[in-house]
């Protein structure tokens, strides 16, 4: 996605999300010294995601572990919900926690969500307050409200060896209500030099799709079925999967434009994360290597808007609507909120057999090779088949369709929405052929058979980008941008939420490259707003610094990765990139292994490097 800064962004790309600062104590006072017994790795906390009953949890009143409407969970359907009453008011929250002996390691984890009616930017009218025994661990208050839920994590180590009681208390003071909504609490110990044993495999791995959906006269609903056949690749059993139902961001739990019903091969639980996630548990846990496969009823309504995910007058754009199961690693479940602002989304590369029956007057672009057969009644069925695709997506309308093959072999279509001239058309034509092989020669062949371009001059986002399938303004550097994703974030895949940068700094340096652009003195113009901001920050960051966002990650990435150039050289700068695409095709990237690919092409320490550019992790 390219944001396009002169115009407004959509209604909640805005909301903040703050990380609040920890306040770590001393060792408290009734701290005794810990004993010599060897340590026994546990996680002490019970119940912590509250799904079984309110045991053995104290709380000041009985809705404050609940499942009602207003909220949601993090993970399952049950959460903690102190405060959110508008008027002076306490909620408390606690258990009994037991630290084994010996532990020289013990970590307290929680998924904290905050909403808040105050206005202040500066002002902690309404607290919670994290608390072992007597000792305060950490303060959070209406100015670190956020979108959806952000991991908060804090050692406690030096309380091993006691029994103590953990606490959350929550205080608002007289008017406009703040509410703190906990869930998934954790107290992991371990020895201290050997961490507890994780399994870091993503899974469920190699997740295959079938799709059958039907529309309306106008393209705008579709309903029908899907299922997915995917396999336990960790040596931990697999007991559930999640599906995410992005789109539902564009209505409410409500009205939800994505509705998943009559679910087969698993029981549906609750919806969370804002109606965007959907747990499925599985009929009995899946060992590693076995496979499994879910089916459900399927209903997609657009709404209206020239969106990414919406239509403009008779042209449907249907991205990210159709539900992708969600990854889970040593991190857990990735289920973070959805972001207008960029891209949350994080799944395998998988395979996607689509067959779209519509009207015979719509064209149907869609990811992967389409074709064409008669339907019943003047309808077309549109069949589309991708292999190693990170997502689908398709549009629909009265477009006017030119096609060309770029000089490597690649057929390319673009799709105009009425409004476009035929020049522009054909520019955007000669464009997309020339970016596609600028960039298969520097990184890898395209591997995705054909490649469709749509055109609306109308999209407030800029361009949109989904594998073999983008959606654009009539513009040469957004669309070689949008064509640069095919491989970061397609066929190098990432984890969009939380590493922003791997896909737009690097397709951003690649549109670069293609353009003949490079990057002198960009890095000169270089200024950071606070000590905070980093290239390498999560989308939780830059939805609360929105204004920062394309700035930092697409401006002062690209000449990171330019003056990254100039230290390695021309030649082993192209040679990196061109192994690294290689080595994680079809894969997933992660900051870590792009800064030791780096390191391992040069002699020099490129320590102070990632220091001055501000690329952590």
């Known amino acids: 996605m390219r944001p396009t800064p002169h115009k407004a962004l959509g209604a909640g790309a805005l909301t903040v999300a703050a990380v609040a600062a920890l306040v770590l104590p001393g060792t408290p ?18 119940n912590g995601g509250f799904e079984s009953g309110t045991s053995p949890w104290t709380a000041s009143s009985s809705t404050v572990i609940t499942s009602r409407s207003g909220q949601t969970a993090h993970g399952g359907s049950s959460y903690a919900w102190l405060d959110g009453v508008g008027g002076t ?25 905050i909403d808040t009616a105050e206005t202040t930017s500066s002002t902690a009218y309404d607290k919670l307050t994290a608390k072992l025994g007597s000792a305060t661990l950490a303060t959070y208050s209406n100015l670190d409200k956020n979108t959806g839920y952000v991991k908060k994590s804090i050692d406690v180590s030096s309380f091993a060896g006691q029994t103590v009681n953990l606490s959350f208390t929550g205080t608002e003071d007289s008017s406009l209500q703040t509410s703190f909504v906990l869930d998934d609490i954790a107290l992991d110990t371990s020895d201290g030099t050997t961490p507890p044993s994780t399994d870091s495999t993503r899974t469920p791995a190699t997740p295959s799709y079938t799709v059958n959906l039907s529309s309306d006269t106008s393209g705008t609903v579709w309903t029908g079925h899907e299922s997915v056949t995917f396999t336990n690749a960790s040596a931990t059993a697999l007991g559930e999967v999640y599906l995410r139902l992005w789109d539902n961001y564009h209505g409410s739990c409500d009205a939800m434009p994505v509705t998943v019903r009559n679910v087969t091969g698993g029981t549906a639980g609750a919806l969370s994360v804002a109606c965007t996630a959907l747990k499925i548990d599985l009929p009995s ?8 496969t879910i089916g459900f009823d399927l209903g997609i309504t657009v709404p209206s808007g020239a969106d990414r995910f919406g239509h403009d007058g008779a042209f449907s754009f249907v991205g990210n609507a159709l539900p992708l199961l969600a990854v889970r690693d040593s991190a857990g479940w990735h289920l973070d909120p959805y972001t207008n602002n960029g891209e949350s989304f994080y799944s395998l590369a998988a395979d996607f057999k689509v067959t779209l029956d519509h009207p015979a007057s719509l064209l149907v672009p869609a990811t992967g090779t389409s074709t064409d057969t008669p339907g019943s009644s003047g309808r077309t069925v549109t069949t589309a088949t991708a292999s190693k695709v990170r997502d689908f997506a398709w549009a629909a309308g009265p477009f006017t369709k030119i096609s060309g093959t770029s000089a490597a072999g690649v057929p390319v279509n673009v799709y105009s929405v009425s409004g476009i001239s035929s020049s522009s058309a054909q520019s955007m034509l000669s464009t997309a052929k020339t970016a596609v092989d600028a960039h298969a020669a520097r990184f890898g062949a395209y591997p995705y058979g054909e490649l469709d371009a749509v055109i609306d001059n109308n999209y407030w986002f800029g361009g949109m980008e989904y594998p073999g399938f983008v959606l ?22 990432d984890d969009e939420y939380t590493s922003p940068w791997l896909d737009e700094s690097f397709t951003d340096y690649a549109t670069d490259l293609a353009l003949g652009r490079t990057g002198s003195n960009c890095w000169s113009s270089v200024s950071w707003a606070s000590g905070a901001e980093k290239i390498t920050n999560s989308m939780a960051y830059w939805d609360a610094h929105s204004s920062r966002y394309s700035t930092v990650v697409y401006g002062y990435g690209k000449c990171a990765l330019h003056d990254l150039r100039r230290v390695l050289g021309d030649t082993a700068m192209a040679k990196l990139l061109k192994d690294y695409a290689s080595a994680h095709w079809y894969g997933v990237s992660t900051t870590a292994e792009f800064k030791a690919a780096a390191q391992a092409a040069t002699s020099t320490d490129l320590t102070p490097f990632w220091t001055q550019h501000r690329i952590e992790g």
């Open 472 to 493: 654009d303004l009539v513009s040469t550097t957004a669309l070689t941008h949008e064509i640069g994703h095919q491989w970061w974030y397609g066929i190098v895949g």
């Open 89 to 113: 008011h306490t909620d408390t929250l606690g258990q009994s926690v037991t630290i084994p002996s010996g532990c020289g390691s013990a970590t307290l984890t929680f998924w904290l969500h």
């Open 285 to 292: 846990p899946l060992a590693q290597g076995q496979s499994a």
């Open 29 to 46: 006072a009734t701290a005794g010294p810990a004993t010599a017994t060897a340590c026994t790795p546990a996680q002490v906390v019970t």
